[in-house]
């Protein structure tokens, strides 16, 4: 079993060398998700049942944010789906669910609106 924090830091990577460079950010601090749209590595469910394929499972929720606003903005936040999804892919990484979800980014100074974000399931195991 390796570290939550290590198991978050290589899905970033991963995710992010495979999006390849000048592609939109992807990071696992919530507080860093100003620069939309971008990729949100959130906290895994761990299962600690063993599987063929390794001990642990951890269950990853990649969020997509979009930019806050009206519809207008949801072209950005498809072609950042997609490519994540074509990503994950590559990566041979088995995502199970894509559902829409509305994100509000934590925010130091004041209130910010909600974005229409995209939330992904995926599993790998250790």
Do not use: K, N
């Not at 990649?62 to 519809?71: H, K, M, N, R, S």
């Not at 994950?88 to 509000?104: C, K, N, R």
Request: aromatic share 6%; hydrophobic share 45%; with cysteine.
């Amino acid at each position: 079993m390796i570290p939550v924090t290590a198991a978050m830091a290589d899905l970033r990577d991963r995710v992010a060398f495979t999006l390849g460079p000048g592609s939109r950010p992807v990071t696992t601090d919530p507080t860093a998700t100003a620069a939309t749209p971008c990729v949100l590595v959130e906290l895994p469910q761990i299962d600690p049942a063993g599987t063929l394929c390794g001990d642990v499972t951890y269950r990853h929720t990649l969020l997509v944010i979009g930019q806050p606003g009206a519809w207008a903005e949801l072209q950005p936040l498809a072609d950042l789906l997609h490519a994540v999804l074509v990503a994950l892919d590559a990566l041979g990484i088995g995502w199970t669910l894509a559902e829409p979800v509305a994100y509000t980014p934590l925010v130091q100074d004041g209130q910010a609106d909600p974005s229409l974000s995209y939330r992904i399931t995926v599993e790998e195991f250790s």
